[in-house]
C-alpha cells in the first residue's frame, strides 16, 4: 500500500490516519481490537468509508471495550444492527462479537492479546493468515495482513522514502527487530 505515502498526505481523513496511525505499533488490547474491527468491517469497502464512521464505531461499540462487547446478546446485536451511523452487516457485527469472546480467552491464557500477538511474531503472511484463520471469525489473508501491517508487525505500510516512515523506524515495531528474510514467501 506504499501509493498511501502519495495520496494520504493533506487528505481530511486519510492525511491523519497515515500520519498518526498506520504502521504504529499498537500495544493496548481494546486499541488492537478496535483495529482488529475495522479491518474486518472495511472488507468489501473502502478504507475512508470506514476512517469517516470511526467515531461512530467506537460510540456503538462502547469504546470497543473488550470486555463489554463480548458480553453482548441480541438485544445488542438488535441496536447495532439498527444503527445508520456504522456498517450494519450481520456477519460482520457477530464475528466482531465472537472475536471479543477470543481475545479474552487470550487474555487469559497469554495476559493480553498484544501478549499473544507477540509471542506469535515473526511469521511470513500466509503463517500469520492460517493462524488468524483458525483463531478468529472474518479474518482472511487481506483483513489479516492489514491488520498486522497497520499494528506494526508486519512490513508494507510506508515507503522509506516516507516521512512517517522514519517515525515508525525510531519506534523499532515488531517487523524491524527481526531478519527481513522471514517474511519472504517461498
Not at 21 to 30: R, S
Not at 88 to 99: C, D, E, T, V
Not at 109 to 113: L, R, W
Given at each position: 500500500m506504499?501509493?498511501?505515502?502519495?495520496?494520504?498526505?493533506?487528505?481530511?481523513?486519510?492525511?491523519p490516519?497515515?500520519?498518526e496511525?498506520?504502521?504504529?505499533?499498537?500495544?493496548?488490547?481494546?486499541k488492537?481490537?478496535?483495529?482488529?474491527?475495522?479491518?474486518?468491517?472495511?472488507?468489501g469497502l473502502?478504507?475512508?468509508?470506514?476512517?469517516?464512521?470511526?467515531?461512530?464505531?467506537?460510540?456503538?461499540f462502547?469504546g470497543?471495550?473488550i470486555d463489554?462487547?463480548?458480553?453482548?446478546?441480541?438485544d445488542?446485536i438488535?441496536?447495532?444492527?439498527?444503527?445508520?451511523?456504522?456498517i450494519?452487516?450481520?456477519?460482520?457485527?457477530?464475528?466482531?462479537?465472537?472475536?471479543a469472546?477470543?481475545?479474552?480467552?487470550?487474555q487469559k491464557?497469554?495476559?493480553?492479546?498484544a501478549?499473544?500477538?507477540?509471542?506469535?511474531?515473526?511469521?511470513?503472511k500466509?503463517?500469520w493468515?492460517?493462524?488468524?484463520?483458525?483463531?478468529?471469525?472474518?479474518?482472511?489473508?487481506?483483513i489479516?495482513?492489514?491488520?498486522?501491517?497497520?499494528?506494526?508487525y508486519l512490513?508494507?505500510?510506508h515507503?522509506?522514502d516516507c516521512?512517517?516512515?522514519?517515525?515508525?523506524?525510531?519506534?523499532?515495531?515488531?517487523?524491524?527487530q527481526?531478519?527481513?528474510?522471514?517474511?519472504?514467501?517461498g
Open positions: 506504499n501509493w498511501y505515502c502519495d495520496v494520504a498526505p493533506g487528505h481530511e481523513f486519510h492525511g490516519y497515515h500520519a496511525e498506520y504502521g504504529f505499533p499498537i500495544e493496548d488490547d481494546h488492537l481490537f478496535e483495529r482488529l474491527a475495522f479491518e474486518i468491517f472495511q472488507a473502502s478504507w475512508l468509508t470506514i476512517l469517516k464512521k470511526k467515531d461512530h464505531f467506537i460510540r456503538a462502547d470497543f471495550d463489554k462487547v463480548a458480553a453482548y446478546g441480541e445488542d438488535a441496536r447495532l444492527l439498527g444503527d445508520a451511523s456504522i450494519r452487516n450481520k456477519l460482520k457485527i457477530n464475528a466482531i462479537i465472537h472475536n469472546r477470543v481475545i479474552q480467552d487470550l491464557e497469554q495476559g493480553s492479546f501478549n499473544w500477538l507477540t509471542s506469535q511474531h515473526p511469521k511470513p500466509s503463517q493468515v492460517k493462524l488468524f484463520k483458525k483463531t478468529f471469525k472474518f479474518t482472511g489473508g487481506e489479516t495482513g492489514e491488520f498486522l501491517m497497520s499494528t506494526g512490513p508494507g505500510t515507503r522509506e516521512p512517517v516512515f522514519k517515525k515508525i523506524a525510531k519506534i523499532n515495531p515488531p517487523w524491524m527481526v531478519d527481513p528474510t522471514i517474511y519472504e514467501e
